[in-house]
């Protein structure tokens, strides 16, 4: 049987929830005042906090007012750049939009990243942890779920269901769990480490770079929709420069020592190209070479 609207289990539900809400606010209360001026005339915020992993959904309401201020353009690059120290709750740094980097020092729950839309997140162990970063999962699932924009660099492995339906992030980490890169459409993810099953299950756009030396990359991919092939001279060069960004945020072990003999490394890296989306990318600069419509030449060949 329900419990009547007003009965004493009610009561203690909403007080329950309410209290979950306010903890969910405090932590973000205590930085959005201080990043008011980067909001209303783009002065620069600094700023380092403790973090728990009952503070969920930390930076969305600072992306909020972000937003409401300035519209989807967000803040010029770096304007404001937040460093936490700890354990992060649920949806760290979920929605945010560009000008913010949100910087961990610690681990993430689930939903790290949710809706990135043009911010920057950075995940690594703190200094002087006596544990391998790559050899141990650091975040949880689903991180960048539905991420629009942004980037995102992860110094360790992650759960399942990484960048599913990313639309248009770049992401760097040293390994995940199933299903990573599912339903995909857009952006560009990069894996440094070892894949679980299903790797690219449904993934229509964007593409995956997956480090891969010992050559068994391809038995945990599904190829329904996506071919392994080699790289192009363009990715080489773009990896090279998004790696050495990895490096430089996290202080990764694993990235520096694939830049110490990069031409070495860069052979072992296996590029994931959704067939479709390839072909919708030839077609465009087919068009673009010849003066054509780049409009009609996607429809024809997103036709097939």
Known sequence: ????????????????RL???RLEDALDHRFLEACRPAIED??????SLP??????????????EITKHCGGDGLPDNTINLTFFGSAGQSFGAFVPRGVTMRLHGDANDYFGKGLSG??????????????????????????????????????????RFCVRNSGATAVVEGVGDHGCEYMTGGRVVVLGPTGRNFAAGMSGGVAYVYDPDRTF??????????????????ADWLAATVGRHAEETGSSVANRLLEDWPSAVLDIVKVMPRDYRRVLEATARATAAGSSVDDAVMAASHG
């Open 1 to 16: 049987m329900l419990a009547p609207v007003d009965s004493p289990y009610d009561t203690a539900l909403h007080q329950t």
């Open 19 to 21: 209290q979950d809400h």
């Open 42 to 47: 783009g002065t620069r915020v600094e700023m």
């Open 51 to 64: 973090i728990t992993n009952v503070d969920r959904t930390v930076g969305t309401l600072l992306g909020y």
């Open 119 to 160: 911010g920057r997140l950075v995940l690594r162990p703190p200094e002087g942890s006596p544990f391998a970063a790559e050899e141990q999962i650091i975040g949880g699932n689903v991180i960048l779920y539905g991420a629009t924009g942004g980037e995102a660099y992860v110094r360790g492995q992650v759960g399942e």
């Open 218 to 235: 391809t038995e945990r991919l599904n190829l329904e929709m996506v071919e392994a092939e080699p790289l192009g001279d363009d990715d």
